[in-house]
């Protein structure tokens, strides 16, 4: 069973990541955690069309980040005395989800928390968020938040392929649940969805065949609940169709404000990358909290 000692909670000070905080907070009073509270500024020389000479750019950095540590030191003043969890205040220079991963590796930290936006949108139209990119770089499970809360998740789903990280995604989805119910849940796939819109097309009975998929799915349920301690009480869930969409309709269906999924699991890689695996496009499109493990071992 995994466990939160350190938690890093990336802020820009925007609305979203008030929220990320809040979600960050509240874990880490369940958990008996330290909160890492990272605020990363980003260099002058990114921004296109300055016009400073290249010596004056570290002055006017060095300059922005002491007032933005400032003002972190006293948000995490804040939040010490109101939650009574120990806070530490950090401020970096660079590409947010860049320095982010990297600070959560140096202290090696067990959950980043991020907002699901940050404060540059137009910006993050063009060269995607910084959540997306983190989802992408980050060594630890990564917690983006979009509803803000002071109380613990109340119905959690853990999606799951079967794939290796499966087991991660399950340990992961009771531990941020605490005493809430945990439902499992399997997307027999997009074979499945077409075979379903051919035989409806043509006419055929599959209800057979459909039956065997379904009892498949039970089966490797079996032998990935059975190992884990009060894996008998996680429900479980089978589900034909397209995986992000059946997913997001299960949230919706269930009132779900976490679910919890593998970055990368049965057909990852390169293809993933170009066309946008299950992971990111129910992080994109989901209406409630998404957590995100990695690879077992990463």
């Known amino acids: 069973m995994p466990s939160l000692r350190r938690i890093v909670a990336a802020t820009d000070f925007s609305t979203f990541s008030e929220r990320a905080v809040g979600r960050a907070v509240q874990l880490a009073r369940q958990h008996q955690a330290e909160l890492h509270l990272l605020h990363v500024v980003r260099p002058l020389d990114l921004y296109p069309g300055m016009t400073f000479a290249p010596d004056e750019y570290g002055v006017h950095d060095e300059a922005l980040m002491e007032a933005e540590q400032g003002r972190l030191d006293t948000l995490a003043t804040t939040l010490a005395k109101q939650s009574g969890v120990s806070v530490h205040p950090a401020t970096r220079l660079g590409r947010a989800h860049t320095e982010i991963a990297a600070y959560a590796q140096e202290v090696a930290a067990d959950l980043v928390v991020a907002g699901a936006r940050g404060e540059n949108t137009l910006m993050d139209l063009f060269l995607g968020s910084t959540a997306s990119r983190l989802m992408r770089v980050a060594n630890c499970p990564v917690l983006i938040v979009r509803h803000g809360a002071d109380d613990p998740y109340r119905q959690v789903l853990a999606a799951v392929d079967f794939s290796p990280v499966s087991a991660d995604v399950v340990a992961h989805a009771r531990l941020l649940a605490g005493s809430a119910p945990v439902q499992a849940v399997h997307v027999l796939g997009s074979e499945v969805e077409q075979r379903l819109r051919r035989a409806k097309s043509d006419q055929v009975d599959i209800?057979?065949?459909?039956?065997?998929?379904?009892?498949?799915?039970?089966?490797?349920?079996?032998a990935l609940l059975a190992p884990l301690e009060?894996?008998?009480s996680i429900g479980r869930l089978v589900l034909p169709g397209f995986a992000p969409a059946a997913i997001c309709q299960c949230i919706e269906e269930k009132q779900a404000d976490l679910v919890v999924l593998g970055r990368h699991g049965h057909g990852g890689g390169f293809q993933d990358w170009l066309l946008g695996s299950v992971s990111k496009d129910v992080a994109?499109?989901?209406?409630?909290?998404?957590?995100l493990i990695g690879s077992p071992g990463r």
């Open 230 to 232: 009060g894996g008998a």
């Open 207 to 222: 209800t057979g065949w459909l039956a065997r998929q379904r009892s498949d799915a039970e089966r490797h349920f079996e």
């Open 284 to 291: 994109l499109a989901a209406a409630c909290d998404v957590l």
